[in-house]
């Protein structure tokens, strides 16, 4: 668990604490934020854990450093189902999580972005059972639209 100072310096540190303090740092406040690992073959891993009688993820903000594949585990120590609806590039993951389970997904984000996950089933969602994962770069040059220059904050 971080202190709310701990995690106030760890989004400045990654340049989320500004302009986009709304959406990630008031929405989703009842979680951590955690960074992904990557690993010596460019995988990136992390865990997600549900917490007993917390409806929110721990982290619910996971930080990956750039674009790639992710190798993601998740826990539900809850004793209650839960799911959890993971973005990708190409197709959505689904994961079932029964009480005391765990899951993996291998995901792929290959751009930067905020990607947000949940748990649909029953009001998870409407409770808090919602996270996002940002992957922090520039979107190669190939890819931008041709508009002008945005000011960057």
């Not at 303090?21 to 955690?34: E, H, K, P, W």
């Amino acid at each position: 668990m971080t202190t709310v100072e701990e995690r106030e310096d760890l989004l400045r540190r990654l340049g989320l604490g500004g302009q986009n303090t709304a959406a990630l740092g008031r929405l989703l406040n009842t979680g951590n934020v955690a960074e992904a690992k990557e690993r010596e073959d460019g995988v990136m891993e992390a865990t997600i854990r549900i917490r007993p009688d917390e409806i929110c993820w721990d982290p619910s903000i996971l930080v990956l450093p750039h674009g790639g594949d992710l190798e993601l585990e998740l826990i539900n120590d809850d004793l209650n189902t839960h799911c959890a609806l993971l973005p990708s590039n190409g197709d959505r993951k689904f994961i079932w999580l029964v009480n005391h389970s765990r899951g993996t997904a291998r995901l792929n984000l290959d751009g930067p972005g905020y990607y947000w996950f949940s748990s649909p089933s029953g009001n998870d969602e409407g409770r808090g059972l919602t996270g996002a994962i940002v992957v922090l770069g520039d979107v190669p040059p190939e890819a931008r639209l041709d508009r002008p220059d945005q000011p960057r904050p």
